[in-house]
């Protein structure tokens, strides 16, 4: 397995694609971004990210069938490994534990 580090965008792609489950493919995860983060992203970032993700073994893909609304293309879907959500878990836990962290008084903002 390629280096395990997990950046933001790597995360946030991660998460996606375990959202939108059997419906994962490169524009799909895109939009889902956009819409739920109002982050916008071109579709070679989100496939280089895919594929990224792929070969630290963290979501495995397949290809679905063609269309014609594709000009005969076929999709590339993508699905979450065991890895892969051992990877959200462990950076979901490392996140909330500092956020546990951080001292009560630190949150008393004066405006």
Known sequence: MKGSYLGELEELILLTVGALFDEAYGVAVMDEIEKQTGR????????????????????????????????GRR?????????????????????????KRIPKIAFNFSL
Not at 45 to 69: P, W
Not at 91 to 96: E, K, T
Request: hydrophobic share 35%; charged share 30%.
């Open 75 to 99: 999709k590339r879907y993508f699905t979450l490994t065991a890895v892969g959500k051992k990877a959200l878990d462990e950076s979901f836990a490392f996140r909330s534990e500092l956020y």
């Open 40 to 71: 916008s992203m071109n579709v070679s970032a989100a496939h280089a990210v895919l594929r990224r993700l792929e070969e630290k073994s963290y979501v495995t893909s397949r290809m679905g069938g063609a269309t014609n609304e594709r000009g």
